[in-house]
């Protein structure tokens, strides 16, 4: 019998900013994994970040292990992704926890 299929996210990176961005359901980047859409299918993830994708201005995608909380809130799985998300383990006046300019929620179409 065959494995369930997991659930992913897709992420990547601003091309210009270097920030964390994440595919919403709308084909849109955004720094908030809250709006990150979440799918078993990795053709359908592929073909939505295809089309995200198509200016160029993201690198590095790539689609993430996540477990989905009872909220729908997505959240990685592999500790590189949770410090990729919340930031530097060590100085948190650096990084995207510092960075008061991208709010949560706040879409950005690159």
Do not use: C
């Amino acid at each position: 019998m065959p494995k369930p299929a997991k659930p992913q996210i897709a992420s990547a990176n601003d091309l210009l900013e270097g920030h964390v961005l994440y595919l919403s359901g709308d084909a849109v980047w955004t720094p908030d994994r809250h709006s990150a859409f979440v799918s078993t299918d990795a053709d359908e993830l592929g073909a939505l970040a295809d089309k995200a994708s198509r200016n160029r201005q993201v690198v590095d995608v790539a689609f993430i292990d996540v477990t989905v909380a009872d909220d729908g809130d997505p959240r990685p799985v592999a500790l590189r992704e949770v410090i990729r998300d919340r930031g530097p383990t060590i100085r948190t006046d650096l990084g995207r926890q510092a960075d008061h300019t991208i709010q949560d929620g706040q879409a950005r179409n690159v």
